[in-house]
């Protein structure tokens, strides 16, 4: 069974930086890539960042493009998601998810519970 | 950038209607659209890839069609467990519509 897991959400200001994981397990990792979306209180998906099984290839949205930086460690089944220069809109709850394939994937077909961010002062 | 504008934003449905929702697209994006399900508090889940293919496991109740720039998600009897919030989502930018509420009448 796929199982996502996310940690490392919280408080923190505005121009502060947090580094989200997520721990995944059922799969084999290394073959798929991997994706952040979030979604702000109340709002819509908003999709963040997604990076290759391998790790050689990263995109991300123009809204968090050079603040925020994703990584993988394929030795510990672990996606990462570190935020730099944050923004009060960055305020949401940041989800791991799986893509179908193992390069860019463009969907996502398993998803972990989330992870909160608040950035405010 | 590729828009994508959900419709209704809202829609209230009995147990057994035939619910329909809408995606449209700014400009065509072939067949390259997926929907996802959210109910509140839990994560999305994928319910149809590349327009009109049901990911494993999705009842067969729900289907999806449409091609370019008009696509329709559709539940062919609406069952207590589909009142939720659905998004389209595009693949170029991996851009979401901005969700659906089906909600009970």
């Known amino acids: 069974e796929v199982q996502l897991v996310e940690s490392g959400g919280g408080l923190v200001q505005p121009g502060g930086s947090l580094r989200l994981s997520c721990a995944a397990s059922g799969f084999t990792f290394s073959s798929y890539g991997m994706s952040w979306v979030r979604q702000a209180p109340g709002k819509g998906l908003e999709w963040v960042s997604t990076i290759s099984g391998s790790g050689g290839t990263t995109n991300y949205a123009d809204s968090v493009k050079g603040r925020f930086t994703i990584s993988r460690d394929n030795s510990k089944n672990t996606l990462y998601l570190q935020m730099n220069s944050l923004k009060a809109e960055d305020t949401a709850v940041y989800f791991c998810?799986?893509?179908?394939?193992?390069?860019?994937?463009?969907?996502?077909?398993?998803w972990g519970q989330g992870t909160l961010v608040t950035v405010s002062s | 950038d590729i828009q994508m504008t959900q419709s209704p934003s809202t829609l209230s449905a009995s147990v057994g209607d035939r619910v329909t929702i809408t995606c449209r697209a700014s400009q065509s994006i072939n067949s390259w659209l997926a929907w996802y399900q959210q109910k509140p508090g839990k994560a999305p889940k994928l319910l149809i890839y590349k327009a009109s293919s049901l990911q494993s496991g999705v009842p067969s109740r729900f289907s999806g069609s449409g091609s370019g720039t008009e696509f329709t998600l559709t539940i062919s009897s609406l069952q207590p467990d589909d009142f939720a919030t659905y998004y389209c989502q595009q693949y170029n930018t991996r851009t979401f519509g901005q969700g659906t509420k089906v909600e009970i009448k």
């Open positions: 998810a799986k893509g179908p394939c193992g390069g860019d994937c463009y969907t996502f077909d398993y």
